[in-house]
């Protein structure tokens, strides 16, 4: 899978927005990809989710294992927003990089996690709380491992 | 979206062949030591060492594996293989100790697709030599792991270096995916580039055109 098919599932998801111009009626919700448009075209303002605030993020930053995460696709959501709306986000620095902080720290521990399993050959594992965008980015390398590792000492 | 015009056959993993991969043509020219069991007649010119018109029973050659695998035959009555010294009982004590410290590509760049092939020889020491390969494919999986997913814009000749065939194929794979995502992320996913065909087929014309 690509990442951009990634994304584009995850600009399914919904963001407030504040609308700059008045219509019958006043959509105070809207989809991603739909937002990031009228942003460009300066026609609202956007309201950032409740879990990309600084304070929250830090705090999400420090557990050690996998718990849940701030959005299934808070990778994807960070990115967009931050690159069509960084003035309407408070901190949006500091929020780039503690959500960069959380991707490395959740990255490296499901290689960790994809080490064991390897090693010990076990035949099933179960983690919870991943999102699609770190799966994608282990998945072809992941298969193809256990690929070999399963047809290798087969013997007739 | 990658998409490619041309999608080569990958190599076979395990104790099968893909008879159309590049890889496993390549892998079947490897070289075994082997013993002929019977006398093969009027073959005497390509046993360069003797002067006689047969290849006499009992004489020890190297055969490419394609001809050992095609003329074994399990009652014995044609060729005996004997195992490469890198899946002999010395080497695979070397393997057992540390897998990470060898230099895969100089014990024969085919270090498991030969080791798999092996198995189709019905040596005794069979299930050792599985293990062995099993046990080594483990043991450097996890530098492989790491070497690929963080070396990205930077020289992979030497990571690479060591690594046996199937090693590397795991290592493209895994670089791949870790380029289209650092892609993905500077968000030039969705540029549209122009394809290296066509740059190329531009400047030749160019020169062409200029006397």
Not at chain 2, 86 to 106: C, I, M, S
Not at chain 2, 133 to 145: A, K, P, S
Not at chain 2, 183 to 198: D, K, Q
């Amino acid at each position: 899978m690509d990442p951009s098919e990634v994304e584009f599932l995850a600009e399914k998801e919904a963001v407030k927005i504040i609308p700059n111009f008045s219509l019958d009626k006043i959509y105070l919700i809207g989809v991603s990809w739909l937002t990031a448009t009228c942003r460009q075209r300066q026609k609202c303002r956007i309201v950032p989710p409740e879990w990309m605030d600084v304070g929250k993020l830090r705090r999400q930053v420090g557990r050690k294992t996998f718990t849940p995460v701030p959005s299934p696709y808070y990778m994807e959501l960070t990115k967009l927003l931050l690159s069509h709306a960084s003035d309407n986000i408070p901190k949006a620095d500091e929020i780039r990089t503690l959500v960069k902080d959380i991707w490395d720290t959740r990255i490296a521990k499901l290689r960790l996690s994809a080490d064991s399993f390897i090693s010990q050959q076990e035949a099933h594992a179960k983690l919870d709380n991943l999102t699609l965008m770190e799966l994608n980015t282990t998945r072809s390398f992941l298969l193809d491992t256990l690929n070999c590792m399963y047809k290798l000492p087969q013997d007739h | 979206m990658e998409t490619q015009s041309y999608l080569p056959v990958p190599p076979g993993v395990g104790m099968e062949e893909n008879f159309l991969s590049l890889d496993d043509i390549l892998l079947s020219h490897e070289r075994l030591p082997s013993r002929t069991e019977c006398t093969f007649p009027r073959l005497g010119f390509l046993e360069k060492s003797s002067d006689s018109r047969d290849i006499q029973e009992g004489t020890k050659m190297e055969m490419p594996l394609f001809l050992a695998k095609g003329l074994y035959e399990r009652k014995r009555r044609v060729v005996s293989v004997e195992l490469p010294k890198v899946y002999k009982e010395g080497w695979r004590t070397v393997f057992n100790a540390d897998p990470t410290v060898v230099d895969l590509h100089k014990m024969g760049p085919y270090y498991y697709g030969l080791g798999s092939q092996l198995l189709h020889f019905d040596s005794p020491e069979n299930p050792e030599i599985a293990q062995a390969v099993l046990q080594t494919f483990i043991g450097r999986f996890r530098r492989t792991m790491d070497s690929s997913q963080n070396a990205y814009n930077e020289d992979t000749s030497a990571l690479v270096e060591r690594l046996d065939y199937l090693e590397r194929a795991l290592f493209k794979a895994g670089q791949s995916g870790l380029n289209s995502f650092q892609n993905w992320e500077r968000g030039r996913a969705s540029t549209i580039t122009a394809s290296s065909l066509v740059l190329n087929y531009r400047k030749r014309k160019i020169t062409d055109l200029q006397p």
